[in-house]
């Protein structure tokens, strides 16, 4: 609800020139963020949405960047999906900051954005610096749009998708169920098989893998 309320300020704010820093939630300090990055790897959603909450600031810092007066409340929106992301996928174990990390995922979002309704190359110099790179080289957009890997987030989150199924392929089935659905969605790091194929390899029938799979994912989706 404060998330939704803030957006609404977040957005009427930008249109009419007048956002400013005092008014967002104030920032956290280091040791108020690591105790809420804490709580939230203990699963603890009220932490998550503190963290999301007092880094707002970073999606309008961002969006000004790239917003003109038609698309500036479009990408306020776009820009917070990024920065949820971005909380939702910081991993405290690879010793980068949490403000530097959902800033490249919020700008991220916004780049794909530009790129699904072809708007970009009108609004913004794709050679326009924006930082530099950890040998200390330019970074341009261009270079951004291009690179392979540039999508970080959306990596990561499919990740932890894959993780969270895997968890409850493990948990919830049987062994028969779970080789299977290992075998067709390919969850063990394999090529995805036909039900042909793994009846092949399990010298089981293909209409016995069929029932054995959709009695399986009933059970997940339940």
Same mark, same amino acid.
């Given at each position: 609800?404060?998330?939704?309320?803030?957006?609404?300020?977040?957005?009427?704010?930008?249109?009419?020139?007048?956002?400013?820093?005092?008014?967002?939630?104030?920032?956290?300090? @280091?040791?108020?963020?690591?105790?809420?990055?804490?709580?939230?790897?203990?699963? *603890?959603?009220?932490?998550?949405? !503190?963290?999301?909450?007092?880094?707002?600031?970073?999606?309008?810092?961002?969006?000004?960047?790239?917003?003109?007066?038609?698309?500036?409340?479009?990408?306020?929106?776009?820009?917070? $999906?990024?920065?949820? @992301?971005?909380?939702?996928?910081?991993?405290? =174990?690879?010793?980068?900051?949490?403000?530097? +990390?959902?800033? &490249?995922?919020?700008?991220?979002?916004?780049?794909?954005?530009?790129?699904?309704?072809?708007? +970009?190359?009108?609004? !913004?110099?794709?050679?326009?610096?924006?930082?530099?790179? *950890? *040998?200390?080289?330019?970074?341009?957009?261009?270079?951004?749009?291009?690179?392979?890997?540039?999508? $970080?987030?959306? #990596?990561? *989150? @499919?990740?932890?998708? $894959?993780?969270?199924?895997?968890?409850?392929?493990?948990?919830?089935?049987? &062994?028969?169920?779970? #080789?299977?659905?290992?075998?067709?969605?390919?969850?063990?790091?394999?090529?995805?098989?036909?039900?042909?194929?793994?009846?092949?390899?399990?010298?089981? =029938?293909?209409?016995? !893998?069929?029932? $054995?799979? @959709?009695?399986?994912?009933? &059970?997940?989706?339940?």
């Amino acid at each position: 609800m404060v998330l939704s309320v803030l957006l609404s300020c977040l957005s009427g704010l930008f249109m009419t020139g007048q956002l400013q820093d005092s008014c967002f939630p104030k920032p956290l300090t @280091k040791e108020e963020e690591d105790r809420y990055v804490e709580l939230m790897a203990g699963g *603890d959603r009220a932490a998550k949405n !503190v963290l999301i909450e007092h880094n707002l600031r970073l999606v309008a810092h961002i969006v000004k960047k790239y917003a003109d007066a038609s698309t500036g409340d479009d990408l306020i929106s776009i820009g917070t $999906i990024g920065l949820i @992301k971005g909380v939702n996928t910081f991993d405290r =174990s690879k010793n980068s900051k949490l403000a530097s +990390y959902i800033s &490249r995922c919020i700008e991220n979002e916004i780049l794909m954005y530009f790129r699904r309704e072809k708007k +970009y190359a009108g609004q !913004v110099s794709l050679q326009e610096p924006i930082g530099h790179d *950890d *040998d200390g080289n330019e970074v341009s957009l261009m270079d951004v749009i291009q690179a392979e890997n540039e999508d $970080i987030c959306e #990596e990561m *989150d @499919k990740n932890n998708m $894959i993780r969270r199924v895997l968890d409850r392929v493990r948990n919830l089935l049987t &062994r028969r169920e779970r #080789e299977i659905i290992l075998l067709r969605y390919g969850l063990g790091g394999t090529e995805p098989l036909t039900q042909r194929e793994v009846a092949g390899r399990l010298g089981i =029938s293909r209409s016995y !893998v069929s029932r $054995i799979e @959709k009695r399986a994912l009933c &059970r997940l989706r339940d």
